[in-house]
């Protein structure tokens, strides 16, 4: 029921005007590294670890997470593509 609840959420937020919800297909070819990271424009890089949470204020590191979160945002499928993988999993989290 969790996993239902959250991809309802997921698809409301997905029909806002200033969001664009993005999804990589988990047979995509690249794969991100392994810990998750938030991006705050060219400023500042928040990274989740296992154990910890990190501050990333280099340029140069930046830089780096930049590159990444394009190279995921070129694969992601938006708009319609995205709402249709959404609806298609809350068919299947239904069965």
Do not use: C, H
Request: net charge neutral; hydrophobic share 50%.
């Amino acid at each position: 029921m969790l996993m239902l609840g959250q991809l309802d959420r997921l698809l409301a937020i997905a029909t806002m005007p200033r969001i664009t919800l993005g999804i990589v297909a988990a047979r995509a070819r690249y794969r991100a590294p392994v810990s998750n990271f938030i991006m705050f424009d060219d400023r500042m890089v928040m990274v989740e670890t296992i154990a910890a949470e990190m501050t990333v204020t280099q340029p140069r590191e930046i830089a780096l997470y930049g590159r990444t979160f394009d190279a995921l945002a070129n694969q992601a499928v938006t708009g319609d593509e995205s709402r249709a993988l959404i609806r298609k999993a809350i068919e299947v989290w239904s069965e």
